[in-house]
């Protein structure tokens, strides 16, 4: 039987934290109430009856309420490569924003610095397993001027870091607060500092957004879906070949059966797609998982390896360590 490799482009270290470390980080930091018991805590985190999606965001904040000191950053990083590795993925590029991980006195910089580290003490110990560090901008109030600053900081670091653990950069947050364009100087910048970048766009409603995202030239667009609601914007993602990090159970939590996802669209018509996961314990997924629901799903195994090769084509490894995982990855799907 032919299996795919695994290779994750769009993972979230705060949305895939091991659930039960991060409920007894919250007892241990005072996050949650003393005598809260593990089952009230997965209520808190599977809570889905929010007043909007923009309220579901709120659930990252109470991860991030635990990632507030190196030695948790490390840990939690170094855990979650753990856990890639056992799952069998090759290649994985984990994305944080270092600018939500200074409430406990941490500088962006030393936020950033304890995630590298520890990715790469989990890379020493499982030499099967490469990681790369993905630092995200953030969307937030109804101005990217309301946290220009730490936006600019985060290009800045990314700058002095790249190649040493970090590979790019995102956007990420609630997409739909303000004018997507706002946010095109800080691109602007990586660009001419030759920084890579992806950018969400397209996750949350607005089609629109993934043709602003293209505006500012990144080399992946987080999630993209929603480029199916016109046919000028799927006609330019399929034209542009831009690589669509595509996140099923994610997307499919707030609003989606699995059949009426638009991934089976997309390939058909060509797009340039990668499977991933985007938050495994949120979504209660794994890379696995998404590729066995695309196979029940109908997707044929051979277009769910050129979905591999296309993730490792797209990511931000170098080209050296690309080339050693296209040919690892063509050994495991022979």
Known sequence: MKQTALVDLHLHLDGSLDLRWAYQRSKDLGVIEEDATYEDYYKIVYETK???REDGFQKFALMCDVLQSREDLFSATYDLVQRLNEQGLIYAEIRFASQQHTLGGLSQK????AVIAGAKRAMEELPEI???IIDALMHKGNSASVNHEENLLTVMNAKEF???????????GYENN???REYAPYFKKAEELGIPYTIHAGEMGIGEHVLQ??????QRIGHGIDCVQKEEILSEVIKTQIPLEICLTSNCRHKL???????RELLKKGACVTVNTDNMTFSRTSL???HDQLRLMGVPEEVLQQCTRNAILASFASEELKKELLDRAERIME
């Not at 030393?110 to 610095?113: I, S």
């Not at 059966?257 to 991934?263: A, L, S, W």
């Open 50 to 52: 929010y007043k909007n």
């Open 110 to 113: 030393e936020a950033l610095e």
């Open 130 to 132: 490469h990681v790369g």
């Open 162 to 172: 790249l190649g040493n653990g970090l590979v790019g950069i995102d956007l990420a």
């Open 178 to 180: 303000c004018d997507f």
């Open 213 to 218: 995202a293209l505006e500012m030239h990144p």
């Open 257 to 263: 059966p699995y059949m009426q996802h638009p991934i």
């Open 288 to 290: 696995a998982n998404e």
